[in-house]
């Protein structure tokens, strides 16, 4: 995946711990899942142990299709753990070198 996708999709997920409409929060839904699932695709090829699960929970919890029901502030603290988590592994699934 291209490094400005993995970081635009890591300042999504912060700016979904803001109060906005609920419009961008299915906006959020759909990019991140469709950003989470391709990461686990790319980190299974890879061969990345742990981190394909990972995004693999992080897709299902933000499918935009069977909805999971969280408080707002447990959804806060999911955006930006996401956020962190997609920062600190983007070596891991974006393309170019592999240093």
Excluded: C
């Excluded at 391709?38 to 919890?61: D, F, M, N, Q």
């Amino acid at each position: 995946m291209p490094k400005p996708i993995v970081y635009l999709l890591a300042l999504l997920l912060g700016v979904g711990a803001l109060p906005l409409p609920y419009g961008y929060y299915i906006f959020l839904r759909l990019v991140a899942f469709l950003g989470f699932g391709i990461s686990a695709y790319v980190a299974y090829t890879r061969k990345h142990g742990v981190l394909p699960w990972a995004y693999g929970v992080l897709a299902v919890i933000f499918n935009p299709f069977v909805k999971v029901f969280f408080p707002k502030s447990v959804w806060a603290a999911i955006d930006l753990a996401a956020a962190l988590l997609i920062l600190v592994t983007a070596k891991h699934i974006t393309t170019g070198s592999s240093r």
